[in-house]
C-alpha cells in the first residue's frame, strides 16, 4: 500500500543535499565575478571573431558543466553571452543553442554534471572516478565533431563591424573579479571537493556530506549579509522539491507493477542479451528524453535497470546497460527544447531578454547534435563493451 510514509522513505535524501551543496558553492563563487572574466576573457582570445567565440564558448560550457553541473552553467554563461553578443550587434541564438547542447554533452560526462547522471549515481555503486573512465571518453570525442559540425553551420553566416569587435576587445576583464581572496579560497575549496568525490570509494563520505561541508564552508566565510539572499534566491527550491516529488512518483510506479511490466517487456525483446538491451536503453533513452524531461525519464528508468538486473543475474552484464542510460538521457536531452533542465533554463533567459526561440528553430538544430552524439556512442559502447 501507497502511503505518506513509504513516499517520503523513497526520497533519496543523498541526492537533495547534494544539489544543495553544489548550489551553496556555485553562488560563492559566482559572487567573486570569476565566470564573467573567463567568457570575457575568452571572447578577447577569440579576437572578437564570432564564430571563434561560440567554438571557444561550447568548450568552456562543456568543462564547466561537467563539474558544476549543465542548469547552474547555463545559468552563469547565457547572460554573459547575451551581453557579449549586444556588443557585437549579433543575434545570441546560435551561441544560445550551442551552448545548451554542451551543457547536456559536457554534464554527461561525470557523476556530478547532469541530473540524470546524479541519480544513477546515487542509485548504483559507481563512484566519481567510475563515470570519468566511462563517460568521458565518449563526450570527448562527440565534443570534437559537435565543433566540426557548428563550424560547418555557422561560419559563413556571421559578420561584425571593426567597431564592434573594438567595443568589446576594450573590456578590462581583471576589473571584473570582485573578491580575489574569497576566490583563491573558493578554487581550493572546489578542487578539494573535486579530490573527495574522487576518492569517495575510498573515504566512504556520501556525496551529500561532501558537496554540503564545500558548500556551507563557502557561505560561512563569505559576506555573511548575504547569506540570507543566497539561501532565498541562489538555491533553487523549485527544483529541490521537484525531486523529492519526482521520487515519490516514481516509487508509485514501482508499488503499482508498471515499472515491473517495463522491465519484462525489455526482457522479452532482447532475451537479457547485454549487447542488444545496451542498444535498446541507449536508443530509447535518446529518443524519450528528447520528448520528456530527461530527469522524470531517468528516475522512471532506473528502477526498471534494477529489475533487470535481477532478471539477467549478472552483475558485470548490466554496466553497459547502465553507461547506455547514462549516456542516452543526457545526450537525448538535446533533442528538443523540453528535452532538458538546462534547454528550458536557457529557454527562460532568451524569452526574458527578448529573443524568441522556437520549437521548430531549436529542435532543427538539437536533433542533427543529437543524432550525431548517439551514433557516436552507439559505437563507443559497442567497441569498448562489446568489441
Given at each position: ?14 541526492v ?5 551543496g ?8 559566482r559572487?567573486?565575478?570569476v ?5 570575457i ?41 547575451l551581453?557579449?553578443?549586444s556588443?557585437?550587434k ?8 550551442t551552448m545548451?547542447?554542451?551543457?547536456n554533452?559536457?554534464?554527461a ?8 547522471n ?10 566519481f ?9 565518449p ?10 559540425l557548428?563550424w ?8 561584425v ?10 573590456y ?7 573578491d ?6 573558493s ?50 527550491w ?13 516509487e508509485?510506479?514501482v ?23 545496451s ?14 524531461d ?19 543475474n549478472?552483475p558485470d552484464s548490466m ?30 533567459i ?5 529573443f ?6 531549436y529542435s ?10 548517439i551514433?557516436?556512442?552507439?559505437g ?8
Amino acid at each position: 500500500m501507497f502511503t505518506k510514509k513509504v513516499a517520503f522513505a523513497a526520497i533519496d535524501w543523498n541526492v537533495i543535499f547534494f544539489l544543495i551543496g553544489m548550489m551553496l558553492v556555485i553562488s560563492v563563487m559566482r559572487q567573486t565575478g570569476v565566470f564573467m572574466y573567463l567568457a570575457i576573457k575568452i571572447a578577447k582570445m577569440a579576437k572578437g571573431k564570432p564564430i571563434l567565440i561560440i567554438l571557444l564558448m561550447f568548450l568552456l560550457t562543456t568543462v564547466i558543466s561537467a563539474f558544476m553541473g549543465s542548469v547552474t552553467t547555463i545559468m552563469i554563461l547565457i547572460p554573459i553571452v547575451l551581453l557579449i553578443a549586444s556588443e557585437l550587434k549579433i543575434s545570441p541564438i546560435p551561441f544560445i543553442i550551442t551552448m545548451i547542447i554542451a551543457s547536456n554533452g559536457g554534464g554527461a560526462a561525470t557523476m556530478i554534471g547532469d541530473p540524470p547522471n546524479i541519480l544513477i549515481g546515487s542509485a548504483t555503486e559507481y563512484n566519481f572516478i567510475d563515470f570519468i573512465v566511462n563517460l568521458t571518453p565518449p563526450v570527448l570525442m562527440i565534443t570534437f565533431f559537435s565543433l566540426g559540425l557548428i563550424w560547418l553551420l555557422y561560419h559563413k553566416g556571421m559578420r561584425v563591424s571593426n567597431e564592434s569587435r573594438a567595443r568589446l576587445m576594450s573590456y578590462n576583464e581583471k576589473n571584473l573579479i570582485k573578491d580575489r581572496k574569497l576566490l583563491i579560497i573558493s578554487i581550493i575549496v572546489l578542487i578539494l571537493m573535486l579530490a573527495a568525490l574522487s576518492l569517495q570509494g575510498v573515504l566512504h563520505i556520501e556525496t551529500a556530506t561532501i558537496a554540503m561541508t564545500a558548500g556551507l564552508f563557502l557561505l560561512v566565510i563569505s559576506d555573511r549579509k548575504k547569506v540570507e539572499h543566497i539561501l532565498a534566491n541562489d538555491i533553487d527550491w523549485v527544483t529541490i522539491f521537484f525531486f523529492m516529488g519526482l521520487f515519490m512518483i516514481v516509487e508509485s510506479l514501482v508499488e503499482t507493477g508498471f515499472i515491473n511490466m517495463i522491465a519484462t517487456g525489455i526482457m522479452n525483446i532482447t532475451h537479457g542479451e547485454p549487447k542488444s538491451t545496451s542498444m535498446v536503453i541507449l536508443w530509447v533513452s535518446g529518443v524519450f528524453s528528447a520528448i520528456i524531461d530527461n530527469v522524470p525519464f531517468v528516475a522512471a528508468m532506473i528502477p526498471v535497470l534494477e529489475r533487470l538486473g535481477i532478471l539477467i543475474n549478472n552483475p558485470d552484464s548490466m554496466h553497459p546497460i547502465w553507461w547506455s542510460l547514462a549516456l542516452g538521457t543526457c545526450l537525448g536531452g538535446n533533442g528538443t527544447m523540453i528535452g532538458a533542465s538546462a534547454n528550458i533554463v536557457a529557454i527562460g533567459i532568451a524569452n526574458r531578454n527578448g529573443f524568441h526561440i522556437s520549437f521548430k528553430e531549436y529542435s532543427k538544430i538539437g536533433a542533427l547534435f543529437t543524432l550525431l552524439a548517439i551514433i557516436i556512442s552507439t559505437g563507443y559502447i559497442l567497441l569498448r563493451y562489446f568489441g
